[in-house]
């Protein structure tokens, strides 16, 4: 089974960049997508359905921002969006807004595991926006995991908006206390891998230097000066099923490059 994540950085452009030609060529059985910044209406869930997909899209309330999606050839037994109401959603408020209404958050129950895509809020170039993420988001999605894991094991996929490590970052040192690198959001990481959840990419490869996001502004691509920040973790009782992952950063559809999981076949 193998399954993709991807930040696209927007369906619509990524399509017109020749999304729909990659997925038919890479040809995975779920893809994971974080910042579709698209309606359900706007994704052409028609081209999916040709390709084999079946479609679950959770999109912002705010039209062109955030949102999650996952396309599977696979019959899921269950969805939930968000954090199935398992929370007061007045902790999510914030000056910008309710974080729960950004489509940060999306599972699919297989029959041997739980799939978890999410786009984990930025902390901002400010960070007017790390306590939520830390205080509230990153322990809230943990709480879920651990619910979830009561029943199944879980495999948690996204743009989780940290490196974790400095080997996860070109220059870690001048981004101590810079969005995606700081104490906090780094301590939220350690928190999961505490919990038990494994980094897969670090499990397979710990020397490896790789990157999935590199900024727009400074050419940064080019010159491979990127980050980490796109990842599968997964429960420790899940580890033996993976065979193999993988970053993609040949790909250039959009300014983040795929992860790809693959896991032993599950009923």
């Given at each position: ?156 996929c996204g743009d989780l908006n940290v490196a974790h490590r400095p080997i996860d970052l070109a220059n870690p040192k001048q981004n101590e206390k810079n969005a995606g690198y700081t104490p906090e959001e780094r301590e939220g990481f350690d928190n999961f891998m505490t919990h038990g959840l494994v980094d897969v990419f670090r499990r397979f490869y710990p020397d490896t ?59």
């Amino acid at each position: 089974m193998k399954i993709l994540s991807f930040n696209v950085n927007g369906i619509r452009s990524a399509v017109n960049k020749g999304f729909f030609e990659w997925l038919e060529a890479e040809n995975p059985d779920v893809i994971c997508l974080q910042e579709t910044k698209a309606q359900p209406e706007q994704i052409d869930v028609l081209k999916f359905k040709e390709l084999g997909y079946d479609s679950y899209i959770n999109s912002a309330e705010k039209k062109g921002y955030s949102g999650t999606a996952i396309f599977t050839k696979i019959k899921p037994q269950s969805v939930t969006v968000n954090f199935d109401s398992c929370f007061d959603n007045r902790i999510f408020a914030d000056q910008y807004g309710d974080v729960s209404r950004e489509g940060r958050l999306l599972s699919l129950e297989f029959a041997d595991f739980f799939l978890l895509t999410t786009y984990v809020p930025n902390a901002k170039h400010d960070l007017s926006r790390l306590a939520m993420r830390h205080d509230v988001w990153d322990k809230k999605l943990l709480e879920f995991i651990t619910l979830l894991e009561k029943r199944k094991p879980v495999v948690l996929c996204g743009d989780l908006n940290v490196a974790h490590r400095p080997i996860d970052l070109a220059n870690p040192k001048q981004n101590e206390k810079n969005a995606g690198y700081t104490p906090e959001e780094r301590e939220g990481f350690d928190n999961f891998m505490t919990h038990g959840l494994v980094d897969v990419f670090r499990r397979f490869y710990p020397d490896t230097v790789k990157y999935t996001w590199w900024s727009m502004r400074t050419q940064a691509r080019d010159r491979n000066v990127g980050w980490r920040i796109d990842y599968f973790l997964c429960s420790q009782a899940f580890v033996k099923q993976v065979v193999s992952t993988a970053i993609l950063d040949e790909v250039t559809i959009s300014d983040h490059c795929p992860v790809r999981l693959i896991v032993k076949n599950q009923g």
